[in-house]
């Protein structure tokens, strides 16, 4: 069972950047996509980013394209989300995600299924 661990959240201004990384254990790290959602409070989770396991796919969320870049660092076992000209409707826990299946990427975020612990993005207007 991978173990996920995320970092980087915090208390922000609008228009502001915060970058999350996210550290995940095994030896298997670079045959499944990575990604990040996040959960508003009293909303589902939704789907923020995924990147492929060789790192040359990425997919977005509409709402987040243009602001936010996902990237991995295979050697390190390491996924980030940069975060940039950020919202209050940004404001959220994140959550770094590992694909069910090796070598499988979905533009829609699907497929995801081991979960980090979540870190909370909270951005003041």
């Known amino acids: 069972q991978v173990q996920l661990v995320e970092s980087g959240g915090g208390l922000v201004q609008a228009g502001g950047s915060l970058r999350l990384s996210c550290a995940a254990s095994?030896?298997?790290?670079?045959?499944?996509?990575m990604g990040w959602f996040r959960q508003a409070p009293g909303k589902e989770r939704e789907f923020v980013a995924a990147?492929?396991?060789?790192?040359?796919?990425?997919y977005y969320a509409d709402s987040v394209k243009g602001r936010f870049t996902i990237s991995r660092d295979n050697a390190r076992n390491t996924v980030s989300l940069q975060m940039n000209s950020l919202k209050p409707e940004d404001t959220a826990v994140y959550y770094c995600?590992?694909?069910?299946?090796?070598?499988?990427?979905?533009?829609?975020?699907?497929?995801?299924?081991?979960w980090g612990q979540g870190t909370q993005v909270t951005v003041s207007s």
């Open positions: 995600a590992r694909n069910q299946r090796p070598y499988y990427i979905d533009s829609r975020g699907g497929g995801f299924g081991s």
């Open positions: 990147i492929g396991w060789r790192g040359d796919s990425t």
């Open positions: 095994g030896r298997t790290f670079n045959i499944y996509t």
